[in-house]
T-cell receptor, first 114, second 114 residues
Framework: GDSVTQTEGQVTVSESKSLIINCTYS????????LFWYVRYPGEGLQLLLK?????QKGSSRGFEATYNKETTSFHLQKASVQESDSAVYYC???????????FGAGTRLKVIA | AQTIHQWPVAEIKAVGSPLSLGCTIK??????LYWYWQATGGTLQQLFY??????VESVVQLNLSASRPKDDQFILSTEKLLLSHSGFYLC?????????????FGPGTRLLVL
C-alpha cells in the first residue's frame, strides 16, 4: 500500500527564519501519485495549501513551495521567511490519479515565535 | 459558493451507545464525498468515500458504517460505540482529479466516548 511520513511532530522557528517540513512517501504502485500539502490554521478548517501532480515540478502558494522529487520520493515544504501567521498544522498527502483513496501524513505542528 | 456543514459540533457518548454524525454539502451537485477520522495525536485516516447516492465504499474497518441517502448528505454511524472511536471526524468533498484535485473539508465533529 501507500504511506506518507512526516518525521517531525512539531517544529519551532523564529519569525523571519527559513523553514523546511519534511515529507516522504512510499507507494507500491508503478504510477507516481499526486502530492498535496494541506494546512489547518488555529480555529479554521483543513484547507489545501498546494499540490503537484507531475513528478519533478514545483508547487507554490502563500510563500510556501514544495518540489516533487521522485528519486528521493520526497515533497518537502519550504518557506524562506516565516511569519507568526504561518503557525498551523501542516499535512502532507497523496492520491493516485483516478483513485479515491487518500493517504495523509501524521501532520507537523509549526510554531513561529517572535 | 459551496458550503459544507457537519453536525453535531461535538458529542460525549457512552461506550455501547449508538452514534450518528451528519454532513451536508450545499451548492455542489453530485460531489465525491469522504469521511475521515483522526484520533488525538494520530494520523488523518480516510474511512469511507462515496461517488454517488446510495453507493459507499469502505477504506478502513473501524466498526463504523456510512450511508449516502441524498446527493448532498453523508451519514456516519454505528450501533455500538467503542472507546477507540473517540477522536475528530471530518467530512470532505472533492473536485475533479488532476490539476483540479482539491478536497474541501467541513469543520469537523469532536467525539469523546466514555
Amino acid at each position: 500500500g501507500d504511506s506518507v511520513t512526516q518525521t517531525e511532530g512539531q517544529v519551532t522557528v523564529s519569525e523571519s527564519k527559513s523553514l523546511i517540513i519534511n515529507c516522504t512517501y512510499s507507494t507500491t504502485s508503478i504510477a507516481y501519485p499526486n502530492l498535496f500539502w494541506y494546512v489547518r490554521y488555529p480555529g479554521e478548517g483543513l484547507q489545501l495549501l498546494l499540490k503537484v501532480i507531475t513528478a519533478g515540478q514545483k508547487g507554490s502558494s502563500r510563500g510556501f513551495e514544495a518540489t516533487y522529487n521522485k528519486e528521493t520520493t520526497s515533497f518537502h515544504l519550504q518557506k524562506a521567511s516565516v511569519q507568526e501567521s504561518d503557525s498551523a498544522v501542516y499535512y502532507c498527502a497523496l492520491v493516485h490519479t483516478g483513485n479515491y483513496k487518500y493517504v495523509f501524513g501524521a501532520g507537523t505542528r509549526l510554531k513561529v515565535i517572535a | 459558493a459551496q458550503t459544507i456543514h457537519q453536525w453535531p459540533v461535538a458529542e460525549i457518548k457512552a461506550v455501547g451507545s449508538p452514534l450518528s454524525l451528519g454532513c451536508t454539502i450545499k451548492g455542489k451537485s453530485s460531489p465525491n464525498l469522504y469521511w475521515y477520522w483522526q484520533a488525538t495525536g494520530g494520523t488523518l485516516q480516510q474511512l469511507f468515500y462515496s461517488i454517488t447516492v446510495g453507493q459507499v465504499e469502505s477504506v478502513v474497518q473501524l466498526n463504523l458504517s456510512a450511508s449516502r441517502p441524498k446527493d448532498d448528505q453523508f451519514i456516519l454511524s454505528t450501533e455500538k460505540l467503542l472507546l477507540s472511536h473517540s477522536g475528530f471526524y471530518l467530512c470532505a468533498w472533492r473536485t475533479g482529479g488532476g490539476n483540479q484535485d482539491t478536497q474541501y473539508f467541513g469543520p469537523g465533529t469532536r467525539l469523546l466516548v466514555l
